[in-house]
């Protein structure tokens, strides 16, 4: 079955402690956590202090999607915030495996998110220590963006290249009932969807709505 991970962007940044215990009963499977330093994005979201105090808030494992520069300097911050996934960018630093290990030290799962620009090819070197791939289907940085159709085929061949391997593929960014389609067709096994989500009157439909 697909995994559903609302993306907390879309939310009301005023009530998010609420809306996180409401994401938990709506059936939502993991919470996606989207960190923004205006450097490697050119946006601000959330750190550590938010991650920390939502993690009273619900039992549901933590994805903290790092689009940051220098992540290496992170890791400890977001580990002792309660993430049980943390998720670097392939751009983002000189010394992915290293980041990757010291994610691993922590005993927390690692993943790797690549943007819309980055080939699926970077990713052999890694395939054998990662829990998680996040295919970016939007240019990082901003919530409701269409979805970029042309990453179908960069689904299709990270699919094949985890072979039987235990790592989530997690699509993000434009997700909605039609695009969920597409992404899961390709070999998708996690959606994160923000706006979608919390556009919606009735998140429990909307989250069936996804799988
Ligand atoms: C974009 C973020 C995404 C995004 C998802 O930088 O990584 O998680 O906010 O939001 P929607 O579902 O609105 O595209
Ligand atoms: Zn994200």
Same mark, same amino acid.
């Given at each position: 079955m697909i995994r559903v991970a609302p993306s907390?962007?879309?939310?009301?940044f005023s009530n998010l402690g609420e809306q996180v215990a409401k994401l938990e009963t709506c059936g939502a499977d993991m919470l996606h956590l989207d960190v923004m330093?205006?450097?490697? /994005?050119?946006n601000l979201s959330f750190g550590v202090p938010v991650i920390k105090n939502l993690r009273?808030?619900?039992?549901l494992p933590f994805d903290a999607h790092l689009m940051v520069d220098g992540p290496e300097n992170m890791i400890e911050w977001f580990a002792k915030a309660g993430a049980d996934y943390i998720t670097i960018h392939?751009?983002?630093?000189?010394?992915l495996a290293s980041v990757v290990d010291k994610i691993h030290s922590y005993n927390i799962k690692a993943g790797i998110a690549l943007k819309?620009?980055?080939?699926?090819? /970077?990713l052999q070197q890694f395939i054998d220590k990662i829990d998680l791939i996040l295919v970016m289907t /939007?240019?990082?940085?901003?919530?409701g963006q269409k979805f970029i159709e042309d990453m179908l085929p960069k689904i299709k061949q990270i699919r094949a290249m985890i072979q039987?391997?235990?790592i989530i593929l997690s699509v993000d960014g434009g997700i909605n009932a039609s695009t969920a389609l597409m992404a899961k067709e390709a070999g998708a096994d996690m959606l994160v969807a923000g706006t979608y989500i919390f556009g919606s009157d009735d998140w429990s439909k909307t989250i069936s709505s996804l799988r």
């Amino acid at each position: 079955m697909i995994r559903v991970a609302p993306s907390l962007l879309a939310a009301d940044f005023s009530n998010l402690g609420e809306q996180v215990a409401k994401l938990e009963t709506c059936g939502a499977d993991m919470l996606h956590l989207d960190v923004m330093d205006g450097h490697f /994005v050119p946006n601000l979201s959330f750190g550590v202090p938010v991650i920390k105090n939502l993690r009273h808030k619900t039992h549901l494992p933590f994805d903290a999607h790092l689009m940051v520069d220098g992540p290496e300097n992170m890791i400890e911050w977001f580990a002792k915030a309660g993430a049980d996934y943390i998720t670097i960018h392939y751009e983002a630093t000189d010394d992915l495996a290293s980041v990757v290990d010291k994610i691993h030290s922590y005993n927390i799962k690692a993943g790797i998110a690549l943007k819309p620009g980055t080939s699926a090819d /970077v990713l052999q070197q890694f395939i054998d220590k990662i829990d998680l791939i996040l295919v970016m289907t /939007v240019e990082p940085g901003f919530g409701g963006q269409k979805f970029i159709e042309d990453m179908l085929p960069k689904i299709k061949q990270i699919r094949a290249m985890i072979q039987n391997r235990d790592i989530i593929l997690s699509v993000d960014g434009g997700i909605n009932a039609s695009t969920a389609l597409m992404a899961k067709e390709a070999g998708a096994d996690m959606l994160v969807a923000g706006t979608y989500i919390f556009g919606s009157d009735d998140w429990s439909k909307t989250i069936s709505s996804l799988r």
